[in-house]
């Protein structure tokens, strides 16, 4: 049974830095072909992907956000971490992770989803 | 990057109707890596269908998809209360993940 959940604050002030967790469990981030993306929903807004690790530390980020973006993993703590840069109040948003599994033969979805964790900026 | 361009924006249909959603591409979309989500209030999305045609685990056979290149389609045969929500498409390429703006299904 895969579960993820999403922790870190529900609060951060404009130009900070933010930091998720995303916790999971019932696959490995070692096995090949997986990997762990987030997304984000600005209320009443669509979903907007932001990056992803692969097993083999590969990373990938949204072309719009990659200068603020940085994914990486601890295989032996089961978790993904997340960090934005340079938080503004366009960036308040629920921030899910998401198991992304093999991309072949039919692949690139998200199949497992935390609950997610709603950030809000403002000073 | 590829903008998926998703219609109608709301569609207002009475259970046991068929509802037809639309995902459109700004370029060509492996079929194998296009997914439907559903997505109810307060809820993380649910993967509906992946590689534009298969359904995902448990969902129901009244969920289809189809389609290939730049136009697929998410058919719901008869609706049901419980399938009103937003839909959106997603795909997979070269530079990585992008959603669909979402299809509103409401009750008429």
């Known amino acids: 049974q895969i579960t993820l959940k999403e922790s870190g604050p529900t609060l951060v002030k404009p130009t900070q830095t933010l930091t998720l967790t995303c916790t999971f469990s019932?696959?490995?981030?070692?096995?090949?072909?997986?990997?762990v993306g987030w997304i984000r929903q600005p209320p009443g807004k669509a979903l907007e992907w932001l990056a992803l690790?692969?097993?083999?530390?590969?990373?990938r980020y949204s072309p719009s956000l990659k200068s603020r973006l940085t994914i990486t993993k601890d295989t032996s703590k089961n978790q993904v971490v997340l960090t934005m840069t340079n938080m503004d109040p366009v960036d308040t948003a629920t921030y899910y992770c998401?198991?992304?599994?093999?991309?072949?033969?039919?692949?690139?979805?998200?199949?497992?989803w935390g609950q997610g964790t709603l950030v809000t900026v403002s000073s | 990057e590829i903008v998926l361009t998703q219609s109608p924006g709301t569609l207002s249909l009475s259970p046991g109707e068929r509802a037809t959603l639309s995902c459109r591409a700004s370029?060509?979309?492996?079929?194998?890596?296009l997914a439907w989500y559903q997505q109810k209030p307060g809820q993380a999305p649910r993967l509906l269908i992946y590689?534009?045609?298969s359904r995902a685990t448990g969902i129901p056979d009244r969920f289809s998809g189809s389609g290939s290149g730049t136009d697929f389609t998410l058919t719901i045969s008869r609706l049901e209360p419980e399938d009103f929500a937003v839909y959106y498409c997603?795909?997979?390429?070269?530079?990585?993940?992008?959603f669909g703006q979402g299809t509103k299904l409401e009750i008429k």
């Open positions: 019932g696959f490995s981030l070692s096995t090949s072909g997986v990997g």
């Open positions: 998401a198991h992304r599994g093999p991309l072949l033969p039919l692949g690139g979805y998200f199949d497992y």
């Open positions: 997603q795909q997979y390429g070269s530079s990585g993940y992008t």
């Open positions: 690790i692969y097993w083999d530390d590969d990373k």
């Open positions: 370029q060509s979309v492996s079929s194998s890596y």
């Open positions: 590689g534009a045609s």
